[in-house]
């Protein structure tokens, strides 16, 4: 984790071009806020593909689910605000597998989930999860638990009160959508939600 | 019949004296059920009445037997009485309790039944928010004890405080006297409110020493206690001197000890965004664009998230979002208000936004206003079919914040509207 993050700095291009010590707590808080927009909107575009699918595929769900977190968590690692010891993408997995134990088995590489690891039906610890409903559900709803662990860290890192409840409401939304659509992910689901497929 | 009326008499007078009884026994329970049954039997028996006041369980309570009472007997002397004593005791607990508007309600109407009581006036008067009416119900009360200290040395209070908000008004910036407050001070010539950002930014008529001095004072102020006055008036004194990315600064430190005030807020984000864009497009600050006119843009989205994503990215610019999730909606809203800008999704359920666009174009009172399309299809034919739709414009998601802004603004800005209707 430390090697991930100890590049930070060169990693961090600020939106508007000042440096990030140079920014006022507004700049900063306006430069965090739209990071966060623009990883809701890619977000919500995989979500979208997750959507379109029907029936939908367990497969393709978690590799999209996947996919969400590790966006989420690549964008932890450039966010100067963010301490080391702040999250890491095992802790948040440890923390939703109290609830979803299955998420504790997912395999983690350099704070990212190792999607073909997961995905590929050959693996000895996930494949069975396209078999079993309750197994893919349990570690779909824990993936989205995941991604709340990040949201609610990304809400410690504003200044203004103002902002931080914004982008609570916000990612309140998303994730609201998020746990509808995968509801639907379960190979034994027989309601189909009908053709809105959004775009 | 006659019988019958004889014998309710006697029952009536029965219970009332076992009530009566039962009253001074202490056996409040039976002596309410006992008067209860004898007002009953005749709802014009004032002594039943007045007896049911005495064992109320609350003032309200008691005041309405009271009125009961008057009603039978206007002039019941007793009961009169009593009706002061409650009115005043049940105004001096709610007022208590902080409901000051019924207090007053009460205590007004004891003030009716007894004027002359000066403890009425001086619980009307603490019940008053007006200035002009405390000191009215004061003096009352000091008609009729003028050796009370206490009400004068009110009295004298409510007298300055109102004195000291006529006096005259001084500047912040620069501590000259005015006949009244006002947004640009006819002496140091600073503009004093934040309602109108090009004037104060712009303003060249500010006398700069003074505005200095302001600063010196109040940077002063702001290292021995930071509080709001002395950021907000630094901001004011740096946006007079044009000098915004430290104003904003400020300014910020202001609102975070007013977090409440949200018309700050939305100000504060506004200069921001101005400073930022200046600098990354390297203008001078003589030349800098407009600040944004607020615009009301309609999102049809069925995507809570991106009607969410986009009243978050607009709102913070000052813009008013009204969201549709739908036609129906849609259509809805634009009998409503005629927005100057539609984001309109393409892939809807039960219809596809081409076919909003078109409905859009050719209403009378919406063909005029431009419609965005906002798809995550990036297809060559999905933007010229939008074009055909008569869409001006197109943004794929997933979006930039500032791309989304950008575009907006960009099609809102009238002359720029023109140009698109004089090229069609």
């Known amino acids: 984790m430390g090697a991930v993050r100890r590049d930070k700095e060169t990693k961090y291009t600020p939106i508007n071009g000042v440096p990030y010590e140079e920014m006022t707590e507004v700049e900063r808080d306006f430069e965090l806020e739209d990071r966060l927009i623009f990883l809701v909107a890619q977000l919500e575009q995989l979500m979208i593909r997750l959507m379109e699918q029907d029936p939908p595929q367990p497969a393709a769900a978690l590799e999209l689910l996947v996919e969400m977190v590790n966006r989420t968590a690549a964008l932890t690692e450039i966010l100067p605000s963010v301490k080391d010891d702040d999250v890491t993408l095992l802790r948040s997995l440890e923390d939703a597998s109290r609830i979803h134990p299955l998420v504790h088995l997912l395999p983690v590489e350099n704070n990212r989930l190792l999607i073909e690891t997961i995905v590929g039906a050959g693996h000895s610890r996930m494949g069975y999860l396209s078999a079993s409903p309750t197994s893919l559900h349990q570690v779909c709803q824990g993936l989205v638990l995941v991604l709340r662990d990040h949201f609610a860290l990304f809400e410690t890192l504003f200044y203004s009160p103002t902002m931080q409840d914004r982008w609570k409401g916000l990612y309140h939304v998303f994730v609201s959508d998020l746990l509808y659509a995968v509801t639907d992910v379960q190979p034994s689901h027989s309601v189909k939600r009908g053709n809105e497929a959004r775009g | 019949m006659s019988n019958l009326g004889i014998t309710l008499t006697q029952t009536g007078a029965t ?125 009352k009360a000091l008609a009729i004890n003028p050796t009370n200290k206490r009400t004068v040395e009110w009295l004298e209070r409510i007298r300055l405080a109102d004195s000291l908000s006529k006096s005259t008004w001084r500047c912040p910036l620069c501590d000259a006297a005015g006949a009244e407050k006002s ?242």
């Open chain 2, 15 to 139: 219970l009332l004296r076992e009530g009566i009884a039962a009253a001074k026994a202490g056996d409040k329970p039976s002596a309410r059920s006992l008067l209860t049954r004898v007002v009953e039997l005749d709802a014009a028996n004032a002594l039943g009445w007045l007896w049911l006041a005495s064992l109320a369980e609350s003032g309200e309570q008691a005041i309405e037997y009271l009125r009961r009472v008057l009603a039978i007997e206007p002039q019941h002397e007793q009961a009169l009485e009593f009706l002061r004593r409650v009115l005043l005791t049940q105004g001096i607990k709610v007022a208590k309790a902080g409901d000051k508007a019924e207090a007053q309600v009460y205590l007004l109407e004891a003030s009716e039944l007894d004027p002359g009581n000066e403890a009425v006036w001086l619980w009307l008067a603490s019940t008053s928010g007006e200035s002009a009416k405390t000191e009215a119900w004061l003096q």
């Open chain 2, 183 to 424: 947004e640009r001070c006819q002496h140091c010539r600073a503009v004093l409110t934040l309602t109108d950002l090009e004037a104060i930014i712009g303003n060249s008529e500010a006398d700069r020493a003074a505005l200095h001095q302001a600063l010196e004072r109040y940077r002063r102020q702001a290292e021995q206690q930071a509080d709001f006055n002395a950021n907000y008036y630094l901001g004011l004194a740096y946006l007079n001197l044009n000098q915004v990315a430290e104003a904003v600064k400020h300014l910020h430190r202001a609102s975070r000890r007013r977090p409440e005030d949200e018309a700050l807020k939305t100000q504060i984000g506004l200069l921001w965004r101005r400073e930022n864009a200046s600098q990354t497009n390297g203008v001078q600050p003589k030349e800098r664009k407009p600040l944004v006119v607020p615009r009301t843009i309609l999102i049809i989205d069925d995507s809570a998230t991106v009607r969410k994503l986009v009243a978050v990215t607009l709102e913070r610019r000052g813009h008013r979002v009204i969201a549709a999730d739908g036609v129906m909606e849609a259509l809805a809203k634009l009998n409503e208000l005629t927005p100057d800008l539609v984001l309109l999704d393409i892939t809807l359920p039960h219809t596809d936004g081409y076919q909003i666009c078109n409905l859009i174009k050719s209403a009378a009172n919406t063909k005029g206003v431009p419609v965005v399309i906002l798809s995550g299809k990036d297809g060559f034919f999905d933007k010229v079919r939008g074009r055909t739709a008569g869409a001006v414009g197109y943004i794929t998601k997933p979006f930039e914040p500032a791309t989304l802004v950008r575009t907006v603004e960009s099609y809102c800005n009238p002359s720029h509207r023109s140009e698109q209707q004089e090229e069609r």
